[in-house]
């Protein structure tokens, strides 16, 4: 097994609702561990970057528009297979079909305000944190 980095955000609609604490406490209970955090205002232009993978799909706007709705924590995640681990611990995207004890299933109130994204591959984790991370901002 590999100790590897991923990324992650904690949303909008999980910062509105005071969640960053209990999200983060599923997240090291898990075994990863933060070595890079901060709260930002997402700016159009670095969601628009950010999602531009969705750009052709019909809810890219909406995506973009709840992503600047308010402010977003950014994390560094790094554990042994953390992709995996923490794609494992946010369930499904679509809460209603994720397992229970899951980040998506505990906290989630729909589909679309889904509480977490987390990367889906290394090459992707990659680029992922260097759009919000310095090296120097990662401990660990």
């Given amino acids: ?10 949303k909008p609609d999980a910062t509105k609702r ?4 209990a999200v983060n406490a599923v997240i090291e209970k898990a075994g990863l561990r933060i070595v890079g955090q901060r709260r ?10 950010f999602y531009e993978v969705h750009k052709e799909r019909p809810f890219f706007g909406e995506l973009v528009d709840f992503m600047i709705s308010g402010p ?5 995640l790094e554990g042994e297979n953390a992709i995996a ?7 499904a995207t679509n809460p209603a079909n994720a397992d229970e004890g899951t980040i998506r299933k505990t906290f989630s109130e729909s589909v679309g305000e889904n509480t977490v994204h987390g990367s889906d591959s290394a090459e992707n984790a990659k680029l992922e944190i260097a759009q919000f991370f310095q090296d120097s901002d990662i401990v660990g």
């Fill in 85 to 91: 681990r923490y794609r494992e611990v946010m369930g």
């Fill in 72 to 76: 977003v924590v950014v994390q560094v």
């Fill in 40 to 49: 930002i205002q997402m700016s159009r232009a670095q969601a628009e970057k």
């Fill in 1 to 10: 097994m590999a100790t590897e980095r991923t990324f992650s955000i904690l």
């Fill in 18 to 21: 005071n969640l960053t604490g």
